[in-house]
């Protein structure tokens, strides 16, 4: 277990990395993790159709979330909700799948309202500013959704 935490901490990094950069994740990257995660899954906790239940539950939540108005989430931020999802239905092996999924994206809002909000309130505070890929031009906050999606596992991991 210590070297899938280990994995998706990496995972993570580099996409915060590349998310802080060029405001994009690598598919690769979520491709890579998804198969350590079943490969672990398979081999190692036995519990490969509960994981699976999990990445299927999530991905259609998120895709339900994102017909909803107001709701901004990326393909690359969808994906990393999912193994996310994924990672933490391996390390809670007897959770329910729903469950996990709807903690995951609970908190997944609540931090990133959190997130919107400083940066809404420094944007109106300086007019105009670019942080990294963070920008803030004419009203509109353009953020990376990575830095919340790294806080809300922090939080669960640490509940």
């Known amino acids: 277990m210590n070297t899938l935490i ?30 350590a995660i079943l490969i672990y899954s398979i081999f190692v906790s ?11 539950l999530s991905l259609v939540l998120g895709l339900l979330l994102t017909t909803v108005k107001g709701v901004s989430i990326g393909s690359g931020d969808l994906k990393m909700l999912v193994i996310t999802s994924m990672f933490f239905q391996t390390y ?8 996990i ?40 906050l353009q953020v990376p959704d990575t830095l919340p999606i790294i806080l809300t596992s922090l939080l669960i991991w640490t509940i």
């Open 101 to 140: 999924a709807i903690v995951v994206y609970t908190f997944y809002f609540i931090i990133s309202f959190l997130h919107l909000s400083v940066f809404r309130w420094f944007g109106r505070k300086k007019r105009e500013f670019s942080l990294f890929t963070y920008t803030y031009k004419d009203g509109k």
């Open 92 to 99: 809670f092996v007897n959770g329910n799948p729903f469950l």
């Open 46 to 56: 036995n519990n490969i159709l509960v994981v699976v239940n999990t990445c299927l």
């Open 6 to 35: 280990f994995a998706y901490y990496v995972y993570m990094a580099v996409n915060l990395f590349t998310d802080l950069k060029f405001l994009k994740t690598k598919n690769f990257m979520h491709l890579l993790m998804l198969g």
